[in-house]
């Protein structure tokens, strides 16, 4: 059902146990003080169970690719992926991995002070120490060879790629890798994916960041195509050791 998710070797953290957590299409590699992984899965069962529910009495939630209205009651987890989506000017779902990553994570905080979560690049962090993220970017010389440092903080946040040429997320761009850094999972979720479909060449590198900037919450972006690599933000690129 899931690809062979390669990159996942280049996010372990030394002294966290890592584990899975997989519900139909949601597969969570999870890194933890402890195996939590039951806990997990219910985070997981919850926010899936507020999602598909919601769906079902508002349909265009899930099919919609520009922001959508607020039609009251709405849980917490559909208020996160609609705000999101607006703020990007993206469809609530363009959010839907990194919120997954952001409620499971602040769930397991609970039990342990260090988490990692990743769902298919997108990734909700809390470390106590500066972490490295290798980059899978397809088509690209930068690819599993390059990674993206971020310093410790006291706040968790997320750290979402959208890719053109790779993995199931719809795409109407052809970057490698479009990458954000937000304190926001969900909001970095879907501003990768407003960004990564503005880049179909490396002349629209700049053009991107750019409107990345004005997206507030956003604090750091790395785009990707082919041999062209634009950076802005809070974070630093570094070479991964072979």
Excluded at 152 to 164: A, F, H, V
Excluded at 182 to 189: F, G, I, Q, V
Excluded at 206 to 218: F, N, Q, S, Y
Excluded at 221 to 229: F, H
């Amino acid at each position: 059902m899931f690809e062979n998710r390669t990159y996942r070797r280049l996010h372990r953290k030394k002294g966290l146990v890592s584990f899975n957590v997989t519900v139909k299409e949601t597969n969570l590699n999870i890194q933890a003080e402890t195996d939590l992984t039951d806990l997990a899965l219910k985070s997981v069962l919850d926010c899936r169970n507020a999602i598909e529910t919601y769906i079902g009495f508002h349909p265009e939630f899930a099919t919609s690719l520009v922001p959508v209205d607020r039609l009251f009651p709405v849980p917490p987890i559909i208020t996160d992926m609609l705000e999101a989506g607006q703020l990007a000017r993206v469809g609530p779902m363009a959010a839907v991995a990194g919120v997954v990553a952001e409620y499971t994570g602040k769930a397991l905080l609970h039990q342990s002070r260090e988490v990692i979560v990743e769902n298919g690049g997108d990734i909700f962090v809390k470390s106590d120490s500066d972490t490295i993220f290798g980059i899978y970017a397809e088509n690209s010389p930068f690819s599993l060879t390059t990674g993206i440092r971020i310093t410790k903080g006291e706040k968790p946040y997320g750290l979402c790629t959208s890719s053109g040429t790779f993995g199931h997320s719809k795409s109407f761009g052809r970057a490698d890798a479009a990458t954000v850094l937000s304190d926001s999972c969900p909001l970095a979720d879907a501003a990768a994916t407003k960004l990564g479909n503005m880049v179909t060449t490396g002349g629209d590198i700049k053009h991107a960041i750019d409107a990345g900037k004005t997206i507030p919450g956003v604090r750091g972006i790395v785009i990707i195509i082919g041999e062209n690599i634009g950076l802005w933000g809070d974070l630093e690129l570094v070479s991964l050791s072979p």
